[in-house]
């Protein structure tokens, strides 16, 4: 049976689907690469009709407020995009900072209870069972917690074990998408940040990396592109939040094998697959790779259970205590905290685990170098993962040991690792802030 006729009369143009919001309702949309621009044009479209409309939108790849718009919807998210980085930090989206996940739990201050809820999914397939595609996210229990589910229909979206499916009984109202979800836009790299990406990576996979592990990888300039460097490697697992690039290949080369996982043995287990066509044309259909909730991945609970998790994930800043800002430059938001606090406290917690933030030692910013390591961070700033919790800091200039060090020590060893041109004043600073006299 075609799945049209199987929908049948569920299935209407994307302004009849939206039709059923109401002023006053609370929608929840889908997230990242999972959000279903289709049917979020749809309701944008409708915003002179509607007013007091909540929408809870996390890490949003649309723009809901654009140039001249009154603030129609009231809006919340809880990773900052492009999309909506600056409506963040002018206050014209409520900012949620989250790093508690917990299984069956939905983030809490987000709302539990949605009138609606807008998801991409799949073509239904002969027993009626629609995929998430390539992001799981929270949408399973939004779609038994809402009072209309309303989706639209991808026909290329793949499908995966774990939690990614829902059955068109749960589903209220559907479109045909009319437009792809879209992917993070990502800045190209310069020649410089290749190169440091290229020696970090070099250095992490060389150094810090055993066979055997389970390997957590992060999203950033250099955390993202950490698969291409572990072709070596024999026997990894892979127990992650989001797939980025590369993982496929290493699965391929069977150099990811997860044969030596204490949970989910021989699985490639995340929420989202954030990777070009071509990988997702791998992971579709394929046992070896499941996608659950947020909840579930990011648990801290589940993750210490995992023998020799090593959490690999980037930084904006970096003080000389080994404090990690990963969210916000000063008090601006750029991120969002995402499953990096979680993961690095369960690899403090696991068995042989380890905790590697990786980040360059400088960056251009406005035409002039500055250090991402400093002194102390700058007022305002938020600490993603406490010191407490790194155990490894990466830059090109080399590796910073800290677990177990005394913040002396730390200071030495990230002295050591910043750019040369900042390490006198990183000294001076340091002798004033903790009165070390180094």
Not at 168 to 187: D, F, H, K
Request: glycine share 10%; charged share 20%; net charge negative.
């Amino acid at each position: 049976m075609n799945w049209r006729d199987m929908v049948g009369s569920k299935l209407m143009t994307p302004a009849e689907a939206v039709s059923v919001v109401k002023s006053g309702d609370q929608v929840m949309v889908g997230i990242i690469n999972c959000t279903p621009y289709t049917l979020c044009e749809a309701l944008y479209e409708r915003r002179s009709e509607l007013e007091g409309i909540r929408v809870d939108h996390p890490a949003p790849l649309f723009s809901w407020v654009r140039d001249g718009d009154e603030d129609v919807f009231e809006l919340h998210d809880l990773y900052a995009t492009p999309f909506d980085r600056d409506m963040v930090n002018n206050g014209r989206v409520g900012y949620l900072p989250t790093a508690v996940w917990r299984d069956g739990d939905l983030p809490a201050g987000f709302v539990q209870n949605p009138d609606v809820f807008l998801v991409p999914v799949s073509p239904p397939d002969v027993n009626g069972f629609c995929s998430f595609g390539p992001g799981v996210f929270f949408s399973p229990t939004y779609c038994r917690n809402s009072t209309v589910v309303i989706a639209e229909v991808h026909e290329n979206f793949i499908r995966t074990g774990g939690e990614n499916y829902v059955h068109i009984s749960q589903i209220g109202r559907l479109c045909e998408a009319e437009q792809p979800t879209g992917t993070m836009p990502v800045a190209p790299r310069s020649d410089e940040e290749n190169l440091v990406t290229e020696v970090v990576g070099t250095l992490v996979a060389a150094e810090l990396i055993n066979d055997r592990d389970t390997v957590q990888i992060g999203i950033g300039t250099i955390a993202s592109a950490m698969a291409a460097f572990l072709g070596e490697k024999q026997d990894l697992g892979m127990q992650t939040e989001i797939i980025t690039g590369g993982v496929t290949q290493l699965v391929e080369q069977g150099v990811v094998t997860g044969k030596y996982k204490t949970l989910h043995r021989g699985k490639v287990v995340a929420s989202i697959a954030l990777v070009p066509e071509e990988e997702l044309a791998f992971i579709d259909g394929n046992p070896m790779f499941e996608l659950y909730e947020f909840g579930y991945v990011d648990d801290v609970r589940y993750l210490a259970q995992q023998n020799n998790l090593v959490a690999i994930n980037n930084a904006l800043q970096v003080d000389l205590t080994g404090q990690i800002a990963a969210e916000t430059i000063g008090p601006k938001v750029w991120t969002g905290v995402g499953g990096q606090t979680a993961f690095s406290i369960a690899a403090n917690y696991s068995p042989g685990g380890r905790s590697i933030t990786v980040l360059p030692s400088s960056s251009i910013v406005d035409g002039e170098r500055v250090s991402r390591i400093l002194s102390m961070l700058p007022e305002g700033a938020v600490v993603t993962v406490p010191r407490t919790m790194v155990d490894y800091v990466v830059t090109e200039y080399g590796i910073a040991h800290l677990r177990g060090k005394t913040v002396r020590e730390r200071t030495g060893e990230l002295i050591a690792i910043a750019h040369p041109d900042f390490r006198t004043d990183l000294k001076n600073g340091a002798n004033k802030a903790y009165q070390l006299g180094l």
